[in-house]
């Protein structure tokens, strides 16, 4: 089963936005709303941040948002502050039998 | 509040048997009034989170194709455990190993136990 893809980097200076892209399939991303967002800092826990496509757990900063067209779904940080740097991974639901799939995971760097 | 915490040997030799076990605290495996998975993710060093599968509590089980030749995952509702096994290790197998617990509503990941770390090395 092949991982949804994301860019390896995404890099941005405090205050401006950005995106993350997730690439799916009909298997996953493509049919079901079921994708969720991951912050993962260095020696850290990761965060669900987003879940449902656009849901954002309680306490998390609407600074987050997420979307979805077709079988890419988006994470956008806006007003990019230096804590934002972090990895960040997609997941989704998959109907290939292993319940979830990861995304490659995204570097973001705050310039 | 619900915590996981991972447990078990940080060094294995190569081809043996890793063994995790992940307790649960603070909520029953069975999530009493909705349904929710019991699932490891682990993250070799410098690489990206990988998913290796879950567990519902009545033992029904899902792999990452990858590795379900070698893994196999159980639940324990008399002890409110999960425990990974994963046969044959190589080197390729050393990573931070966590728990987490899978929420069927949204299919998102939203409890994690701090993770273990792994070592495989004679």
């Known amino acids: 089963q092949s991982a949804l893809t994301q860019p390896a980097s995404v890099s941005g200076s405090p205050g401006q936005s950005i995106t993350i892209f997730c690439t799916g399939t009909t298997s996953d991303v493509g049919d079901y709303d079921h994708v969720s967002w991951y912050q993962h800092h260095p020696a850290k826990v990761p965060k669900l941040i987003i879940y449902?496509?656009?849901n954002r757990p309680s306490g998390v900063s609407g600074r987050f948002s997420g979307s979805k067209s077709a079988s890419t779904a988006s994470l956008t940080i806006s007003g990019l502050q230096t804590e934002d740097e972090a990895e960040y991974y997609c997941?989704?639901?998959?109907?290939?039998?292993?319940?979830?799939?990861f995304g490659t995971g995204t570097k973001v760097t705050v310039l | 509040q619900l915590q996981l915490q991972e447990s078990g040997p940080g060094l294995v030799k190569p081809s043996e048997t890793l063994s995790l076990t992940c307790t649960v605290s603070?909520?029953?495996?069975?999530?009493?009034?909705?349904?929710?998975?019991w699932g490891w993710v682990r993250q070799p060093p410098g690489k990206g989170l990988e998913w290796i599968g879950s567990?519902?509590?009545?033992?029904?089980?899902y792999y990452n194709p990858s590795l379900r030749s070698r893994v196999t995952i159980t639940a324990d509702t008399s002890k409110n455990q999960i425990s990974l096994r994963l046969a044959s290790v190589t080197a390729a197998d050393t990573a931070v190993y966590y728990c987490a617990r899978l929420y069927s509503s949204t299919w998102s990941l939203d409890y994690w136990g701090q993770g273990t770390l792994v070592t495989v090395s004679s």
């Open positions: 449902d496509v656009t």
């Open positions: 997941t989704s639901y998959s109907n290939r039998g292993t319940l979830a799939v």
């Open positions: 603070g909520g029953s495996l069975s999530c009493l009034n909705y349904f929710c998975y």
């Open positions: 567990v519902f509590y009545r033992g029904t089980a």
